[in-house]
């Protein structure tokens, strides 16, 4: 049996996605056979925080494939002050990369881009707590950057929930995607992984 690891935050771990549980669940059900997969979203991480539990939650599952969805909390602001750093979040990236080489070199990597956020809903989007589309844009730049430096696979999903009606349409808060958002998300994601699933 391979296995495919699905880390990441709360988009990741299915929040707003009353009907199937999120994307990556979504995802997970039309796996081909010989398959299995490990669901390992949890809300509010940063890639500083999945670092913290990489062992426990990805490596030891020693996957095949491991899908990437982090950086929309690591870009948030408390009262202005960046959550993490790009410069930060790069360096995670970083890390990241080296220590799967360390242990699963063979494994493949699939980074999932950020999604838009609606800044009519986000900024606050609770009290001194800032989700700004700007900020979105450019960590979702840095996940580009580090998976071309790293022979990782990246799915860009802002021009696609743009075309679908963008933010406004496909959030349920301005942050986390309604079902049809967590439908587009795990239709792109099946379409890159379709390569890597034999």
């Known amino acids: 049996m ?3 690891v699905f880390v990441g935050d ?5 929040a707003a ?14 796996l081909p056979a010989g398959w299995r997969a490990v669901h390992a979203g949890v809300g509010g991480d940063t890639i500083t925080l999945i670092l913290e539990r990489l062992e426990r939650d990805v490596l030891a599952h020693q996957p095949q494939i491991i899908v990437l969805a982090v950086g929309i909390n690591d870009s948030r602001t408390w009262s202005g002050v960046p959550e993490v750093t790009q410069p930060a979040f790069a360096g995670g990236l970083q890390r990241f990369a080296a220590r799967l080489q360390g242990a699963l070199p063979e494994t493949r990597v699939l980074v999932v881009g950020l999604t838009p956020v609606d800044e009519s809903r986000t900024m606050p989007i609770a009290e001194d707590l800032y989700y700004a589309e700007a900020a979105a844009r450019d960590y ?16 860009p999903l802002r021009p696609r929930f743009e075309q679908a009606g963008g933010a406004a349409t496909l959030t349920s808060d301005g942050l986390h995607p309604t ?6 998300i795990a239709a792109a994601v099946a379409e890159a992984l379709e390569p890597w699933l034999p």
């Open 17 to 30: 996605d009353h009907e199937m549980g999120g994307w990556s669940r979504r995802l997970a059900a039309k």
């Open 2 to 4: 391979k296995t495919i």
């Open 140 to 155: 979702d730049a840095v996940l580009q950057r580090s998976a071309a430096e790293h022979g990782w696979g990246y799915v």
């Open 179 to 184: 079902p049809d958002g967590h439908a587009l």
């Open 10 to 14: 709360s988009i990741t771990e299915g």
